[in-house]
């Protein structure tokens, strides 16, 4: 069992920079890969971005390449989502989920966070 905790969701102005992390507990949390989706209201669930247990492979969605990185500290259980020149259409809440195997389908993850908002207005 793994329990993921988001956090570092606010209100930022577009172009502005965020950072988010996802803190998972639990005896194997280290072995999982991670990934970020988003939802925005009245929409399905989107993938973000996902990393291997190892932290040697990244994927992104093509909406946030060159702008979003993804990243993980396995020492300490967590992954973080780095959110460069944001604009008002990334508004959505953020989930984290832990599965095994990276990927950009959301049913490919097992365990999920709570999610945090993200608000980025013009």
């Known amino acids: 069992q793994v329990q993921l905790v988001e956090s570092g969701g606010g209100l930022v102005q577009a172009g502005g920079s965020l950072r988010l992390s996802c803190a998972a507990s639990?005896?194997?949390?280290?072995?999982?890969?991670m990934g970020w989706f988003l939802q925005a209201p009245g929409k399905e669930r989107e993938f973000v971005a996902a990393?291997?247990?190892?932290?040697?492979?990244?994927y992104y969605a093509d909406s946030v390449k060159g702008r979003f990185t993804i990243s993980r500290d396995n020492a300490k259980n967590t992954v973080y989502l780095q959110m460069n020149s944001l604009k008002p259409e990334d508004t959505a809440v953020y989930y984290c989920?832990?599965?095994?195997?990276?990927?950009?389908?959301?049913?490919?993850?097992?365990?999920w966070g709570q999610g945090t908002q993200v608000t980025v207005s013009s």
């Open positions: 989920a832990a599965g095994s195997r990276p990927g950009s389908y959301y049913r490919g993850y097992d365990y």
């Open positions: 990393i291997s247990w190892s932290g040697g492979s990244t």
């Open positions: 639990g005896r194997t949390a280290s072995s999982y890969a």
